[in-house]
């Protein structure tokens, strides 16, 4: 069998791990250990040469193990076979979502540069675009909903600074609506302010919908960021980030990633390799699971409005844009409730097998307020113009039966006791 037949799920049991080194191990053990010894002095020597760059690696040299923050096999495996699910050249592993995102942007960007963002951002990522890059002169540029490539283009125009544009920072689908931006337009814009000396980089942040659903390095992306700790862990027993892309920007994102010291630890990057063997499983009913879940929302007499990406119609652009770039509609679903906060609230704290908490992609169903909890940090202003409202529920779709989760939404939404006639 040839190695390029097989499809990643197929090989993340065994993919880049050798048991002769492990005493035969038929699993990867825990390198839990910060040093490793090197045979010879002379060994040391070269390891460390090529760690610095002091020489070129040789065609078929591997850095050898030198320090934990350096490299581990642990991190190692791990990052190659994250590599196979988005066809990445190298992928640095962090030790949380948020580690890998503050670390590309400054990484690639610099004081007096320019960054075109998408609207809603995770609220951690649009605090450090809004609070701290700004703090080191970065110029910022956030793009909503809805604004055509010919709109973008303009506001970058009118920053006075278009020669600047080192990045755009994609989120999609977008926190916590499902609002979708087409990758491969923004690609087109990032090329048009390309010049010789400097590309303008395409970084998407792909926590929704991958490793499976999406893949932007596909649709014209340079760089796609993970919060690990969602589908990719996908138990809710760990924080963890990925960064992945080309070879000669990711020397760039470990080089840093070494220096800040913001690596995954080896227990957490073992713990990912074993999510890692059951990703297609657990995603594949995930979503299977949200669109029968979908089907009942939809109907449902208390429930205004259902935004999910299997909902879009056929023939509108975000249609369009959804079916280039997506495999399946995800297992994220929010919906507005008829009513208010108090109604979202009597909803959320009678619900008894999903449970009420932030985060998403996990084994088990989640539901949360995002006006009041994971977006409670967001201008009301851009909240009311992203429907981030105070009927806002969303809700992460887990491995459960369908039928229990279904059950459960009916009974809490059965003691939503609401005037429902007046606005649906
Ligand atoms: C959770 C999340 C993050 C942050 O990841 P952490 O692992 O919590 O640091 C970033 N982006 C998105 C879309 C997320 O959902």
Redesign the pocket.
């Known amino acids: 069998m040839k190695k390029h037949d097989l499809n990643p799920e197929s090989l993340m049991m065994t993919y880049g791990y050798k048991p002769e080194l492990s005493e035969g191990a038929i699993k990867c053990p825990i390198f839990q250990t910060s040093t490793f010894v090197f045979k010879t002095a002379e060994e040391g020597k070269t390891f460390f040469e090529l760690a610095y760059g002091l020489r070129e690696k040789s065609p078929k040299e591997e850095l050898g193990l030198i320090y934990s923050r350096i490299n581990n096999p642990n991190l190692e495996i791990l990052e190659n076979r994250l590599c196979l699910w988005d066809k990445a050249e190298d992928c640095a592993v962090f030790e949380?979502?948020?580690?890998a995102?503050s670390t590309v942007l400054l990484e690639f960007l610099t004081p007096g540069d320019v960054l075109v963002y998408s609207n809603p951002l995770?609220g951690?990522?649009d605090h450090f675009i809004k609070h701290f890059l700004t703090k080191i002169g970065v110029h910022t540029v956030g793009v909503m909903p809805g604004q055509s490539v010919d709109e973008v283009i303009k506001m970058i125009e009118d920053s006075g600074k278009a020669d600047r544009l080192a990045m755009i920072y994609l989120?999609t689908p977008a926190?916590p609506t499902n609002t979708i931006v087409d990758i491969e337009k923004y690609s087109l814009i990032a090329k048009k302010y390309s010049t010789e000396q400097r590309k303008t980089l395409l970084a998407v942040?792909n926590?929704?919908m991958g490793p499976l659903w999406q893949h932007p390095l596909q649709c014209g992306a340079d760089l796609v960021l993970y919060?690990?700790?969602?589908y990719i862990g996908g138990h809710s027993d760990l924080?963890?980030?990925a960064v992945l892309g080309n070879a000669e920007l990711m020397v760039r994102v470990k080089t840093l990633r070494t220096f800040l010291g913001n690596m995954i630890s080896p227990h957490t990057a073992w713990l990912l390799l074993r999510s890692l063997e059951t990703l297609k499983v657990r995603m594949d009913q995930q979503t299977q699971n949200a669109q029968v879940i979908v089907d009942f929302l939809n109907n449902h007499p208390k429930i205004k409005k259902v935004y999910y990406l299997g909902l879009l119609k056929e023939g509108t652009e975000t249609y369009e844009t959804y079916k280039k770039q997506c495999s399946a509609p995800g297992a994220m679903v929010s919906f507005d409730i008829i009513g208010g906060e108090k109604e979202a609230f009597m909803f959320l704290n009678n619900l008894q097998l999903i449970k009420l908490a932030v985060?998403?992609g996990s084994t088990e169903s989640l539901a949360e307020h995002p006006k009041t909890m994971t977006h409670a940090g967001v201008e009301e202003q851009q909240r009311q113009q992203m429907n981030i409202t105070d009927q806002l529920v969303r809700i992460s779709i887990g491995v459960e039966h369908s039928k229990d989760l279904i059950l459960d939404l009916e009974q809490a939404l059965e003691k939503v006791n609401i005037a429902v006639t007046m606005e649906r």
């Open positions: 949380s979502g948020m580690s995102i995770y951690g990522t989120e926190n942040d926590t929704y919060s690990a700790t969602k924080i963890a980030g985060s998403l």
